[in-house]
């Protein structure tokens, strides 16, 4: 029987090749009591981009949700992330740091989830 709830995380990818940049935006608790489907939206923060460079911020990128039971992984899904820079030269992201998160337009690339089921036991 599921007693406890489950936590389903929000990561976000920066660069596939430094995991220690990826960044946990939230953290959420699914009632393990609650019975059938149901529908959630879930909003967070933005990535913080201080100590990115802008080269790693503006192309593709990835969100991953993952759900988990008592600290093991049941379920990832992730989705790809196009960023754009709304003003058509981005060297002016860079004169303007502190103004760089405005100018840019994430689109969630949702047609095409990359998910992964892991195999899990009530034991």
């Given amino acids: 029987i599921i007693i406890k709830n489950f936590k389903l995380k929000i990561i976000y990818v920066i660069s596939p090749e430094d995991e220690k940049k990826d960044q946990e935006l939230e953290v959420f608790e699914i009632p393990a009591n609650k019975l059938g489907k149901f529908k959630m939206v879930l909003k967070t923060r933005s990535p913080n981009f201080k100590n990115i460079s802008l080269e790693e911020i503006i192309g593709i990128t990835a969100i991953i949700l993952t759900l988990s039971y008592e600290k093991k992984e049941l379920l990832r899904i992730g989705y790809y992330i196009n960023n ?40």
């Fill in 84 to 123: 754009e820079c709304l003003d058509s030269n981005s060297e002016n992201l860079v004169k303007n740091g502190n103004n760089q998160e405005k100018r840019i337009i994430r689109k969630i690339l949702t047609e095409e989830p990359r998910i992964t089921h892991f195999q899990w036991s009530l034991e």
